[in-house]
Protein backbone atom coordinates (compact mmCIF):
# COMPACT_ATOMS: atom_id res chain seq x y z
CA UNK A 1 0.00 0.00 0.00
CA UNK A 2 1.49 3.14 -0.95
CA UNK A 3 2.06 6.26 1.72
CA UNK A 4 -0.67 8.70 1.34
CA UNK A 5 1.98 11.65 1.04
CA UNK A 6 5.48 11.14 0.64
CA UNK A 7 8.32 14.08 0.33
CA UNK A 8 11.40 12.14 -1.02
CA UNK A 9 14.62 14.78 -0.09
CA UNK A 10 12.93 17.72 -0.15
CA UNK A 11 14.50 21.24 -0.07
CA UNK A 12 12.57 24.39 -0.66
CA UNK A 13 12.34 27.92 0.16
CA UNK A 14 11.49 31.36 -0.91
CA UNK A 15 13.33 33.15 -3.39
CA UNK A 16 17.21 33.67 -1.44
CA UNK A 17 15.91 32.19 1.78
CA UNK A 18 16.28 28.35 1.98
CA UNK A 19 13.71 27.16 4.86
CA UNK A 20 14.17 22.96 4.13
CA UNK A 21 17.20 21.19 4.10
CA UNK A 22 16.41 17.50 2.72
CA UNK A 23 13.12 16.48 3.75
CA UNK A 24 12.27 13.15 3.68
CA UNK A 25 8.89 12.14 5.18
CA UNK A 26 5.83 9.61 5.54
CA UNK A 27 2.69 9.05 6.19
CA UNK A 28 0.78 5.81 5.87
CA UNK A 29 -3.07 5.83 5.42
CA UNK A 30 -4.89 6.20 8.65
CA UNK A 31 -1.44 7.33 10.54
CA UNK A 32 -1.50 10.60 12.39
CA UNK A 33 2.05 12.01 12.53
CA UNK A 34 2.89 14.78 14.49
CA UNK A 35 5.87 17.31 12.80
CA UNK A 36 7.11 19.78 15.67
CA UNK A 37 9.89 22.21 16.51
CA UNK A 38 10.00 25.80 17.71
CA UNK A 39 8.93 28.79 15.66
CA UNK A 40 10.72 29.20 12.43
CA UNK A 41 12.10 26.07 11.77
CA UNK A 42 10.14 24.93 8.89
CA UNK A 43 7.40 23.23 9.29
CA UNK A 44 4.75 24.89 7.80
CA UNK A 45 7.05 25.34 4.75
CA UNK A 46 6.86 21.05 5.39
CA UNK A 47 3.05 21.76 5.06
CA UNK A 48 2.69 23.79 1.99
CA UNK A 49 4.87 21.68 0.05
CA UNK A 50 2.78 18.82 1.04
CA UNK A 51 -0.15 20.28 -0.25
CA UNK A 52 1.36 22.16 -3.23
CA UNK A 53 1.51 25.60 -2.00
CA UNK A 54 5.48 25.91 -2.48
CA UNK A 55 6.94 23.74 -4.88
CA UNK A 56 9.99 22.44 -3.87
CA UNK A 57 13.26 23.20 -5.45
CA UNK A 58 14.35 19.88 -5.17
CA UNK A 59 13.27 16.31 -3.96
CA UNK A 60 10.09 14.87 -5.19
CA UNK A 61 5.88 14.88 -3.62
CA UNK A 62 4.48 11.67 -3.85
CA UNK A 63 0.41 10.98 -2.69
CA UNK A 64 -0.67 7.60 -2.74
CA UNK A 65 2.25 6.71 -5.33
CA UNK A 66 1.49 9.66 -7.90
CA UNK A 67 4.28 12.17 -8.14
CA UNK A 68 2.76 15.69 -7.70
CA UNK A 69 5.71 17.59 -7.67
CA UNK A 70 5.90 20.91 -9.01
CA UNK A 71 1.63 20.67 -9.45
CA UNK A 72 -0.94 22.96 -8.79
CA UNK A 73 -2.55 23.02 -5.15
CA UNK A 74 -5.79 21.74 -6.74
CA UNK A 75 -4.37 18.99 -8.17
CA UNK A 76 -3.47 17.87 -4.52
CA UNK A 77 -6.85 18.84 -3.34
CA UNK A 78 -8.61 16.23 -5.95
CA UNK A 79 -6.22 13.43 -5.06
CA UNK A 80 -7.53 13.67 -1.39
CA UNK A 81 -5.05 16.15 0.76
CA UNK A 82 -6.73 19.19 2.68
CA UNK A 83 -4.90 22.10 4.21
CA UNK A 84 -6.51 23.61 7.88
CA UNK A 85 -3.66 26.44 7.25
CA UNK A 86 -2.23 28.59 10.10
CA UNK A 87 -4.56 31.99 11.15
CA UNK A 88 -8.55 32.08 10.53
CA UNK A 89 -9.06 32.31 6.74
CA UNK A 90 -13.00 33.26 6.96
CA UNK A 91 -15.01 35.31 4.61
CA UNK A 92 -15.73 38.30 7.05
CA UNK A 93 -18.65 39.84 5.15
CA UNK A 94 -20.32 36.78 5.07
CA UNK A 95 -22.73 34.51 8.23
CA UNK A 96 -21.14 31.86 9.69
CA UNK A 97 -23.60 29.90 7.48
CA UNK A 98 -23.11 31.93 4.73
CA UNK A 99 -19.38 31.05 4.78
CA UNK A 100 -20.23 26.99 5.00
CA UNK A 101 -22.17 26.81 1.95
CA UNK A 102 -20.03 28.37 -0.08
CA UNK A 103 -17.35 26.23 1.20
CA UNK A 104 -19.74 23.11 1.05
CA UNK A 105 -21.12 23.95 -2.67
CA UNK A 106 -17.55 24.25 -4.01
CA UNK A 107 -16.31 21.13 -2.50
CA UNK A 108 -19.06 18.75 -2.85
CA UNK A 109 -21.87 20.41 -4.61
CA UNK A 110 -25.47 22.10 -3.91
CA UNK A 111 -26.53 18.32 -3.23
CA UNK A 112 -24.66 17.85 -0.49
CA UNK A 113 -24.65 21.23 1.33
CA UNK A 114 -27.88 20.68 3.54
CA UNK A 115 -26.14 17.14 5.40
CA UNK A 116 -22.72 19.02 5.20
CA UNK A 117 -24.05 21.77 7.35
CA UNK A 118 -26.02 19.47 10.00
CA UNK A 119 -22.55 18.05 10.25
CA UNK A 120 -20.89 21.27 10.58
CA UNK A 121 -23.26 22.31 13.31
CA UNK A 122 -23.54 18.92 15.22
CA UNK A 123 -19.56 19.20 15.82
CA UNK A 124 -19.03 22.68 16.84
CA UNK A 125 -22.22 23.72 18.22
CA UNK A 126 -21.15 27.09 19.28
CA UNK A 127 -21.15 28.34 15.36
CA UNK A 128 -24.55 26.32 15.46
CA UNK A 129 -25.79 29.48 17.76
CA UNK A 130 -24.27 31.92 15.62
CA UNK A 131 -24.49 30.59 12.52
CA UNK A 132 -26.74 33.86 11.35
CA UNK A 133 -23.78 36.31 12.61
CA UNK A 134 -21.34 37.98 10.41
CA UNK A 135 -18.07 35.87 10.61
CA UNK A 136 -15.69 38.95 10.44
CA UNK A 137 -17.57 39.59 14.11
CA UNK A 138 -16.70 36.18 15.61
CA UNK A 139 -13.99 35.91 18.07
CA UNK A 140 -10.61 34.77 17.15
CA UNK A 141 -11.22 31.09 18.52
CA UNK A 142 -14.61 31.05 17.04
CA UNK A 143 -13.26 32.13 13.34
CA UNK A 144 -10.19 29.07 13.68
CA UNK A 145 -13.25 26.78 14.82
CA UNK A 146 -15.28 28.11 11.68
CA UNK A 147 -12.15 27.41 9.39
CA UNK A 148 -11.71 24.25 10.97
CA UNK A 149 -15.13 23.29 10.32
CA UNK A 150 -14.91 23.67 7.07
CA UNK A 151 -11.84 20.89 6.59
CA UNK A 152 -13.51 18.60 9.21
CA UNK A 153 -16.89 17.94 7.70
CA UNK A 154 -14.63 16.84 4.31
CA UNK A 155 -13.20 13.61 5.72
CA UNK A 156 -10.10 13.37 3.40
CA UNK A 157 -7.59 11.08 3.43
CA UNK A 158 -4.81 13.09 4.72
CA UNK A 159 -5.71 16.50 6.50
CA UNK A 160 -2.96 18.75 7.26
CA UNK A 161 -3.24 20.87 10.01
CA UNK A 162 -1.32 23.43 10.77
CA UNK A 163 -0.76 25.27 13.91
CA UNK A 164 -4.69 25.18 15.25
CA UNK A 165 -3.89 25.49 18.44
CA UNK A 166 -1.63 29.07 18.08
CA UNK A 167 -3.73 32.03 20.04
CA UNK A 168 -6.46 30.11 20.74
CA UNK A 169 -8.02 29.49 24.67
CA UNK A 170 -7.11 26.01 26.19
CA UNK A 171 -11.16 25.17 25.70
CA UNK A 172 -11.16 25.64 22.04
CA UNK A 173 -8.04 23.74 21.53
CA UNK A 174 -9.32 20.98 23.39
CA UNK A 175 -12.62 20.75 21.33
CA UNK A 176 -10.32 21.22 18.08
CA UNK A 177 -8.53 18.15 18.86
CA UNK A 178 -11.45 16.08 20.03
CA UNK A 179 -13.11 16.67 16.41
CA UNK A 180 -9.10 15.10 15.26
CA UNK A 181 -9.68 12.51 17.11
CA UNK A 182 -12.85 11.48 15.35
CA UNK A 183 -11.57 12.25 12.24
CA UNK A 184 -9.04 10.02 12.81
CA UNK A 185 -11.58 7.73 13.79
CA UNK A 186 -13.22 7.27 10.69
CA UNK A 187 -10.18 6.92 8.63
CA UNK A 188 -8.36 10.48 7.99
CA UNK A 189 -4.61 10.63 8.18
CA UNK A 190 -3.18 13.39 9.53
CA UNK A 191 -0.21 15.28 9.76
CA UNK A 192 -0.47 17.17 12.54
CA UNK A 193 2.19 20.90 12.50
CA UNK A 194 2.40 21.86 16.02
CA UNK A 195 4.15 23.91 18.84
CA UNK A 196 1.13 22.51 21.62
CA UNK A 197 3.73 19.23 21.93
CA UNK A 198 1.23 17.29 24.69
CA UNK A 199 -1.55 17.33 22.42
CA UNK A 200 -0.13 16.30 19.22
CA UNK A 201 1.72 13.50 20.92
CA UNK A 202 -1.91 12.45 22.50
CA UNK A 203 -3.42 11.79 19.16
CA UNK A 204 -0.28 11.03 16.87
CA UNK A 205 1.12 7.64 16.52
CA UNK A 206 4.40 9.05 15.45
CA UNK A 207 6.69 12.43 16.04
CA UNK A 208 9.07 14.37 14.01
CA UNK A 209 11.18 16.73 14.72
CA UNK A 210 12.63 19.67 12.29
CA UNK A 211 15.49 21.95 13.52
CA UNK A 212 16.60 24.48 11.32
CA UNK A 213 14.73 22.83 8.47
CA UNK A 214 15.94 19.51 8.51
CA UNK A 215 14.58 16.64 10.59
CA UNK A 216 16.79 15.95 13.80
CA UNK A 217 14.49 12.95 15.32
CA UNK A 218 11.78 10.96 14.59
CA UNK A 219 10.02 7.88 16.47
CA UNK A 220 6.90 6.98 18.38
CA UNK A 221 4.91 9.44 20.14
CA UNK A 222 5.64 7.78 23.43
CA UNK A 223 8.69 8.20 23.38
CA UNK A 224 8.64 11.66 21.82
CA UNK A 225 7.83 14.08 24.57
CA UNK A 226 10.59 13.88 27.09
CA UNK A 227 13.35 14.53 24.09
CA UNK A 228 11.60 17.19 22.19
CA UNK A 229 10.57 19.63 24.82
CA UNK A 230 14.17 19.03 26.09
CA UNK A 231 15.61 19.91 22.21
CA UNK A 232 12.88 23.10 22.27
CA UNK A 233 14.25 24.47 25.71
CA UNK A 234 17.61 24.09 25.23
CA UNK A 235 17.08 26.58 22.08
CA UNK A 236 15.23 29.20 24.40
CA UNK A 237 11.56 28.75 22.83
CA UNK A 238 9.58 27.71 26.01
CA UNK A 239 7.86 25.79 23.72
CA UNK A 240 3.91 24.93 25.04
CA UNK A 241 3.06 21.50 26.39
Known amino acids: MS ?12 GP ?3 LFDVSLEVQPGEAVALLGANGVGKTTVARVASGLVAPEKGAVLVDGTDLTGADPHRFVRAGIAHATEGRS ?6 VEENLRLSFRRSKGARAVPGALRAAFEQFPALDRRRSQLAGSLSGGEQRM ?7 VEAPPLLIADELSLGLAPIIVDEIYVQ ?3 LREEGTALLIVEQQVSHALDLCDRAILLDHGSITW ?4 D ?4 LIVARMFDHGTGAST
Open 3 to 14: AVLELRHVSAGY
Open 17 to 19: FHA
Open 90 to 95: VFSSLT
Open 146 to 152: LSMARVL
Open 180 to 182: LAR
Open 218 to 221: EGPS
Open 223 to 226: DAEE
